[in-house]
């Protein structure tokens, strides 16, 4: 597989108006998703409630269900199908479950179990599950939520700047802000609950892109001494060639991790799977399409003085030739002129 990609010269910058418009249109629907139907679907660890997770010997009817719920004096409770037609979740979320959580935890939980053995017999069903948190705790792990995604994005542009220069810590840095506002859209377009296990999923997909964007961004650092006449252009593309081989192996077994996990982990860690899988493709796409291009374009804006100017020829020119690269120009002088060097 190394050896595959191991002598490769693809002009990956050359697509980055498509991979531009891509990222935008999926972040307007999720936008527009978000004006449509609200908020995240948040889970009780954010919102506070009693969820019990139940699975019975015979499928139940959800009517007959519902209302033995509603008999049991919880009002709105959302009761949903979790994996198996013989497996449900009952969510109540109401004030009066939320009052009573405050007051003991197994209260709201006790009456739904006594009304169901009333309906549906004893032995005719288990409570697998039953989590109950009160709506400050929830209040607390989302503002803890919120806190922890800054701090990554905070201590990422430190690192990064501190290794690098501040050129490319700005780069990789919106490169995880367009993770994260990417991971947040997919997460409200495929209505997935956003639990504790989704967040650590999030802060793994940071981790993950930003390790990616590091390796592609030293790659950048030893071929700007190396090649010194070559263009910042061609200098990243080159890059991205020689870290190829490495990146399909890395990405490959991850998401064949992921995909076992998605597929034979069960329900409960479902929703961390299918964030980390989304997450992997994330990864690629932002290093390649969002961090690189970044790079080049502040590079061109904020160039670092006449002992890098080899490198770029010009701020004008690197805005030219990335622009010409998107438009998809092909054959001529200029094309050959922007065709990267094969690697050494």
């Known amino acids: 597989m190394i050896r595959l990609f191991s002598k490769t010269s693809y002009d990956f910058l050359r697509f980055w108006r498509i991979a531009a418009a891509i990222t935008v249109a999926f972040v307007v629907v999720g936008l527009a998703t978000f004006g449509v139907t609200g908020g995240p679907n948040y889970s009780i660890e954010f919102t506070g409630g009693t969820l019990m997770q139940l699975e019975f010997k015979q499928a139940p009817d959800v009517a007959v269900l519902r209302s033995t719920v509603e008999s049991a004096g919880v009002a709105g409770a959302e009761i949903t199908q979790f994996g198996e037609a013989t497996e449900y979740t009952v969510r109540a979320q109401d004030q009066a479950s939320v009052d009573e959580q405050e007051a003991g935890a197994e209260g709201i939980a006790k009456k739904i179990e006594t009304a169901l053995t009333e309906r549906f017999g004893a032995g005719e069903f288990t409570v697998v599950r039953t989590e109950a948190v009160g709506p400050k705790v929830g209040a607390?792990?989302?503002?803890?939520?919120?806190?922890?995604?800054?701090?990554?994005?905070?201590?990422?542009?430190?690192?990064?700047?501190?290794?690098?220069?501040?050129?490319?810590?700005?780069?990789?840095?919106?490169?995880?802000?367009?993770?994260?506002?990417?991971?947040?859209?997919?997460?409200?377009?495929?209505?997935?609950?956003?639990?504790?296990?989704?967040?650590?999923?999030?802060?793994?997909?940071?981790?993950?892109?930003?390790?990616?964007?590091?390796?592609?961004?030293?790659?950048?650092?030893?071929?700007?001494?190396?090649?010194?006449?070559?263009t910042l252009y061609d200098t990243i593309n080159r890059s991205i060639n020689e870290t190829l081989g490495r990146s399909v192996l890395t990405h490959a077994t991850t998401l064949a991790a992921t995909l076992a996990l998605l597929f034979f982990a069960g329900e409960v860690l479902r929703p961390f799977s299918i964030v980390m899988a989304f997450g992997v493709v994330v990864a690629v796409f932002s290093s390649m399409y969002v961090a690189t291009p970044l790079l080049l374009f502040i590079e061109a804006r904020y160039p670092?003085?006449?002992?890098?100017?080899?490198?770029?020829?010009?701020?004008?020119?690197?805005?030219?030739?990335?622009?010409?690269?998107?438009a998809g120009a092909k054959g001529g002088a200029a094309s050959k002129a922007r065709k990267p060097a094969a690697t050494r």
Do not use: C, P
């Open 304 to 326: 670092r003085g006449d002992e890098d100017k080899n490198h770029r020829r010009g701020a004008a020119d690197e805005m030219q030739a990335l622009a010409a690269a998107g």
């Open 140 to 230: 607390e792990l989302r503002r803890g939520a919120i806190l922890a995604l800054i701090l990554t994005s905070i201590i990422s542009l430190v690192y990064l700047a501190i290794r690098f220069d501040w050129r490319f810590g700005t780069a990789a840095v919106l490169s995880l802000v367009h993770d994260v506002v990417v991971t947040l859209a997919f997460i409200k377009i495929f209505d997935i609950e956003v639990s504790l296990t989704v967040v650590a999923a999030v802060l793994t997909v940071l981790g993950y892109s930003a390790n990616d964007t590091i390796i592609i961004f030293d790659r950048v650092r030893e071929n700007l001494r190396k090649f010194r006449k070559a």
